[in-house]
Structure formats: structure tokens, C-alpha cells
């Protein structure tokens, strides 16, 4: 911090150097002889003059310059000089963007649920000469402002469009910013929502909804997929009833199907049997069996 203001005030590298070289050279000549006293006096008096006109900004800076109170210029990146005593620099403004980060406390949505919403703004300074004029303390006035609109905006919007449309709440936020910052030179770039917190009562009640939800919607699957099995077997019986022979060859591959796996026990009504005429086929197939053996 110390090295900051060393740097920004008058007693910068180059001036400090310009300060001994001037003093070590009016010493040498007093020495000589080539000047009295007096000339020394004023030779030192010059140097320190001549040390305090010389000021330093960095390439991202830019100086406003006041000459006895007035707005004068501005000047930088680099070194420059100014008149000493008359002029003054008042300050040195960054033109790099800069983050702010900003949050609105237990707000009130439309639909009155009290939220925390965490909020960070990217601003940078496009018109030194309007923010170092126009407002005092442009970077206090900048997190006012938003978190001000922060608060509006959450009290227009009900707590799902909070969750769900964050890109759009945060471009109208930015939007608000804009028109409250434009004049002051400064510009808004984005505005991002980091974090929405609720109460954790509401968080659970919101689980437990989103949950009979997920369980409604698997019943609601499960009964489409019985209606649609429904309207295949009623498809599958009339193609049945007009052809029998289909019915037949249908009940005698259930019957194989189940009968071809070792170990496996098939109980099938008389009457099906009947209706299939698949008993005698059934005692052939015994027999044959019984023949072979």
C-alpha cells in the first residue's frame, strides 16, 4: 500500500531521481565555487519543484488533472508533469473491468417467499472525465444501485422464474444498471446470478413435491402402457375369433413354449384342451414318448 501511494503521489522513482540528481549537482557546484549561497538555495528550491511536477499512472489509469480547483485534463498512461502548486491531481480512475459482487437478503418474491440471492456485476469505466464529475464514489453508487434492482426484480418475479430463468433475470437486471450508470461514463458488461437460497422448510416441502410429481408421472407411463397392451390383445382377439386355425396354432406354441424348459410344470384346463383339441395329441405325444423308452 505504502509503494501505491509513493507511486501515485509526487514522490514517485522518477522524481526521486530527477530530486537527487538535481541536489547532488547544485551541491557539486557550490562546492566549486561556481554558486553562492543563494543560488543554491534557490537551485534546491527549483529541484523540489521541478521533482514534485513529475507524476507516474499506470496504462490502465488515467489521472484527472484539477488547475486551482477546475477540471484541467486528463493525462497518462506514463509519466507526466503538471504545473506544481496550481495544479493537483485528484485522482487516478482504473479502466480495467472490475467485479463487484452484491446480495439481497430475505426478499420477498411475487408469490411472497423470502429468499438470499448472491449476485456479482462485471462494470468497467469508459468515460474517466463523466465518473471522476459526475458521481463521488461511482464504485459505493454502482453496488447501491444493484443490489437496489436486485430487489426490485426479485419482487416481480414469482420464486420458479427466480430458479429457472436466472439468464433472464440477470439481463434485466443488467438492463436497470445500464440506464443508472451510462451517465456516470460507467457501463455494465454482466450481471451474474451466483446463488438463490430459500428456507430449508420450503426446500423440503419443494423435494417432496417434485417427488409425488416423478411418482405421478410413472403411474400415469404405466397406465398408458396397460391401455395400449389392452387395445393389442382386443386387436389380437378378434383376428382370433375370425380364424380359428390362428387360435389353435397359438394355444399349441404357449403349450411348447412352456413345456420345452427342463423341469417345468405346465397346469392347462380340460376345457382348453378340449376347446384346442389338444388332448389327444397331448396322449400321442406320451405315447410316442413311451415307445421310445
Known amino acids: 500500500m505504502n509503494v501505491t501511494v509513493m507511486k501515485k503521489g509526487w514522490c514517485n522513482p522518477i522524481s526521486v531521481t530527477v530530486l537527487l540528481v538535481l541536489v547532488v549537482v547544485s551541491a557539486v557546484l557550490h562546492t566549486l565555487g561556481v554558486i553562492n549561497d543563494l543560488a543554491l538555495v534557490f537551485l534546491l528550491l527549483l529541484s523540489v519543484l521541478i521533482a514534485a511536477s513529475i507524476r507516474i499512472a499506470d496504462q490502465w489509469e488515467r489521472a484527472v488533472v484539477l488547475r486551482m480547483g477546475k477540471f484541467c485534463g486528463l493525462k497518462g498512461p506514463g509519466p507526466f508533469m503538471i504545473v506544481p502548486i496550481i495544479d493537483s491531481v485528484s485522482t487516478y480512475i482504473d479502466q480495467r473491468v472490475r467485479v463487484s459482487a452484491f ?90 446470478i451466483k446463488d438463490i437460497a430459500i428456507p430449508q422448510a420450503l426446500a423440503e416441502a419443494m423435494s417432496k413435491e417434485a417427488q409425488a410429481e416423478r411418482e405421478r408421472r410413472a403411474r400415469v407411463i404405466l397406465g398408458t402402457a396397460e391401455t395400449e397392451i389392452a387395445e393389442k390383445f382386443a386387436q389380437a382377439s378378434r383376428q382370433y375369433t375370425d380364424n380359428p386355425v390362428a387360435l389353435h396354432l397359438r394355444g399349441m406354441n404357449m403349450l411348447f413354449e412352456g413345456l420345452k424348459e427342463k423341469g417345468s410344470m405346465v397346469i392347462v384346463p380340460s376345457s382348453a384342451l378340449e376347446t384346442m383339441n389338444l388332448g389327444a395329441m397331448s396322449g400321442l405325444v406320451s405315447l410316442a414318448k413311451g415307445n421310445e423308452k
Open 103 to 192: 446480495k439481497a437478503e430475505q426478499t420477498l418474491t411475487k408469490d411472497t417467499v423470502p429468499v438470499n440471492v448472491d449476485a456479482v456485476v462485471y462494470w468497467t469505466v469508459w468515460d474517466v472525465e463523466k465518473a471522476a464529475l459526475e458521481v463521488q464514489e461511482y464504485q459505493t453508487a454502482i453496488e447501491h444501485i444493484a443490489q437496489t434492482g436486485l430487489r426490485d426484480t426479485i419482487g416481480k418475479h414469482e420464486l420458479s422464474d427466480l430458479l429457472q430463468e436466472r439468464d433472464k433475470i440477470a439481463e434485466d437486471l443488467q438492463q436497470v444498471l445500464d440506464r443508472n450508470t451510462n451517465p456516470w461514463g460507467i457501463t455494465c458488461q454482466t450481471v451474474g
